[in-house]
């Protein structure tokens, strides 16, 4: 039985776990408490603990003949948790692993003033966050014998984190920057991006995983509005609106991502190729 480890089982493992579970995959997901685990139990998936403080014990033992691997843990200030703890322990198991895959981000490339970026471009990141991405991109990369595959995610949504839900909540805000533009993602994509990986292995290379159309984010917003028959929310002043850390951290880049490899190398034709198809589907699914 072909066997799917993630380390971390979030919303993107998730959704290709439901892509392999039909097919026989066996799952394994860390997670982090009690809680979480008894959650994985009961969707079938055999959990782990890993707070990315502690080693899993005897980890090696839980990776058998043709054992995936998906790396979906974020790094912290003190680099990536996985590798950290279990980059030794992974590398000494690399004849058993046919494909690994590390879930990154599109903020590799940093700000580019609305401009366009494809894989070939400088990676020259302009948050901590991107940064700290970058470092671990290249930890796993030059990782000795291991099938390393990068995927950079735009923003994500899908059900139950989208703009639709935020509109109903009454929680979605229209922060307008002038320039300003993102390239999003919805889940089922991501899990299609990586399950045509695992058919078509080619170790080294890194992915954009994102749609066809870079958008404002507030003509998103106004866009599920309008389909919920809502009022569209004011504009805010990028300069007046108050943020997280995470938010501002969104702001500071203006990109388009180019997505051709995905396309043209592992033959994937996206599910919803821009924001309006997409949410539609959620809409229509009640998100």
């Given at each position: 039985?072909?066997h799917?480890?993630?380390?971390?089982?979030?919303?993107?493992?998730?959704?290709?776990?439901?892509?392999?579970k039909?097919?026989?995959?066996?799952?394994?997901?860390?997670?982090?408490?009690?809680?979480k685990?008894?959650?994985?139990?009961?969707?079938?998936?055999?959990?782990?603990?890993?707070?990315?403080?502690?080693?899993?014990?005897?980890?090696?033992?839980?990776?058998?003949a043709?054992?995936?691997v998906?790396?979906?843990?974020?790094?912290?200030?003190?680099?990536?948790?996985?590798?950290?703890?279990?980059?030794?322990?992974?590398?000494?198991?690399?004849?058993?692993i046919?494909w690994?895959?590390?879930?990154?981000?599109t903020?590799?490339?940093?700000?580019?003033?609305?401009?366009?970026?494809?894989?070939?471009?400088?990676?020259?990141?302009?948050?901590?966050?991107?940064?700290?991405?970058?470092?671990?991109?290249?930890?796993?990369?030059?990782?000795?014998?291991?099938?390393?595959?990068?995927?950079?995610?735009?923003?994500?949504?899908?059900?139950?984190?989208?703009?639709?839900?935020?509109?109903?909540?009454g929680?979605?805000?229209?922060?307008v920057?002038?320039?300003?533009?993102?390239?999003?993602?919805?889940?089922?994509?991501?899990a299609?991006?990586?399950?045509?990986?695992?058919?078509?292995?080619?170790?080294?290379?890194?992915?954009?995983?994102c749609?066809?159309?870079?958008?404002?984010?507030?003509d998103?917003?106004?866009?599920?509005?309008?389909?919920?028959?809502?009022?569209?929310p004011?504009?805010?002043?990028?300069?007046?609106?108050?943020?997280?850390?995470?938010?501002?951290?969104?702001?500071?880049?203006?990109k388009?991502?180019?997505?051709?490899?995905?396309?043209?190398?592992?033959?994937?034709?996206?599910?919803?190729?821009?924001?309006?198809?997409?949410?539609?589907?959620?809409?229509?699914?009640?998100?």
């Amino acid at each position: 039985m072909t066997h799917l480890l993630c380390f971390g089982y979030g919303y993107s493992a998730r959704a290709l776990a439901g892509l392999l579970k039909p097919k026989g995959w066996r799952i394994t997901g860390t997670c982090r408490n009690a809680e979480k685990a008894e959650a994985l139990t009961r969707e079938g998936v055999t959990a782990l603990p890993f707070d990315g403080a502690a080693p899993i014990a005897d980890l090696r033992a839980h990776i058998t003949a043709g054992t995936h691997v998906l790396l979906s843990v974020p790094p912290g200030d003190d680099g990536d948790p996985v590798w950290r703890l279990h980059g030794a322990d992974l590398t000494a198991c690399a004849d058993h692993i046919p494909w690994l895959g590390y879930l990154s981000t599109t903020g590799v490339y940093g700000d580019r003033q609305g401009g366009w970026v494809d894989e070939a471009s400088d990676l020259i990141p302009a948050t901590k966050r991107g940064t700290l991405r970058l470092k671990a991109e290249r930890q796993w990369l030059e990782a000795e014998g291991l099938p390393v595959h990068v995927f950079r995610l735009a923003g994500i949504y899908g059900p139950g984190r989208n703009p639709l839900s935020r509109v109903m909540k009454g929680t979605a805000r229209r922060v307008v920057k002038p320039g300003q533009v993102f390239s999003r993602i919805h889940v089922d994509d991501i899990a299609q991006v990586l399950e045509a990986s695992i058919t078509r292995p080619n170790p080294g290379t890194a992915y954009n995983v994102c749609d066809d159309l870079a958008a404002p984010p507030q003509d998103v917003i106004a866009h599920a509005a309008e389909l919920l028959g809502k009022p569209v929310p004011p504009d805010i002043p990028f300069e007046e609106a108050e943020m997280s850390p995470m938010g501002l951290s969104f702001y500071a880049e203006s990109k388009r991502v180019r997505n051709d490899r995905i396309k043209d190398e592992l033959g994937v034709k996206l599910l919803y190729p821009d924001y309006k198809v997409g949410l539609a589907a959620l809409k229509d699914d009640e998100f």
